[in-house]
């Protein structure tokens, strides 16, 4: 009770000297009551790092699935088919762009707050594009195209193969991502067999991009650099991009690492029988040449070419089964056999790319179980495909050879100093720009 007396004698007290004095500087004192109050406010209420409190913006995210269309999602979301129609039109003129992409693409329908209509949408196709369609005023859309800047950095590993090791679990341990051990592993499968070139106590390195937007990772780009101490000698390949805007991987001398064909053409697969000019075939029983490699396969493991040519048989033999042969150029042949069954569209006489799939394997014709036999031709002798000197797909002239050799000193400093330093970021740009290969 006597708390109460105290505050109201306070009270009481104020408003009496309140009484007393003047008009002008009553009002200054009622302004300066209000602006302690507002201040109190703000500091109780505002949030500077979150000022959507006043306007929060509403998202609604939409993935993109098979059989939805834009003016389906569109009107989804309340739109009419006159919006839809301008919207659309819109987006092709000043976007180029027509469809969704299934499965990848997304939506950000935005509002400027839970009650009011949207007033723009984000399609979001990809980490690297976006088109944004901002409602200027009722049925009045803007439409913006937008590349995202990519900040591409240059990214090292290095590892060793154990004892009992693959170079794929060796790849894993070392950091690098699957996408890349894969893309590793088809360069590498042009010189070396993994098979009988991998050893413990190897080292090796990988040198790729990575992508950054606003300093996140988004994904990894190219390979850059290879090293791999394999049997035979130090495998080195390095990315470079000719005057012509072509990209290519060389070894560190500029000759093509691409060689016309691939050693293995199913990448890591296992080495079940060598090549050798006499052997007891397991079918027949007699010693017999083996002209070729196996390769173990499951049944139904794509084959690619082992090279860029043309298919000159297509068809079934006792011993082969269903096998193709192709010609590469005047010198070099390839025959795939004991195939389950053959790629659609590969028929003698058609054109095939390096990696295209032109069958399946199997283990039709003389065969113990499924795998792929795989023979080489030399102007037209067998060769064991393991071994035989092969020739690359494209050398640098000497103009492209010097600046070839420049880039590689220049990336050679680079990945010392990463192995040194590995979470040094180093900008793929900061190398010489004329020569660096250009991010995917
Ligand atoms: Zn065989």
Known sequence: MGLMKKAKNIIQNIKNRFAEVNLITKITLICAVIMVLVALWMVLFYKPVHNAVFHPESHTIVAVKSGDTLSKLLSEQGFTPQDIDTIAKKLKAEAGFSTLRADSDKIDFIKPSPNEPISKIVIINGPWHQVELSCAQPGDWLCQSIDIERDTRITYHSGEILDGDSFYLAGQRAG???????????????EMDFE????????????????????KKIDNGHVIAISFEALRGNVKMYRFKKSDG???????????AIKSLKRTPINNAKVTSSFSSRRKHPVLGFTRAHKGVDFRAPTGTPIPSAGAGRVIARGYNRGHGNFVKIRHNATFETLYAHMSRFAKGVNVGTAVRQGQVIGYAGSTGLSTGPHLHYEVIKNGHHVNPLTVKLPAIDNLNATNKKAFIEYRKKLDVVVDDLSANPDKVIRLDSLNADNIPESK
């Open 196 to 215: 009988r070139d991998v050893r413990a106590g190897q080292k090796f390195s990988v040198v790729y991009e990575e992508n950054y937007a606003s300093n």
């Open 246 to 256: 072509t990209v290519g991987y060389y070894d560190e001398m500029g000759n093509g």
């Open 176 to 190: 690098i991502p699957a996408g890349i051990l894969i893309d590793v592993y088809d360069l590498l499968a042009f």
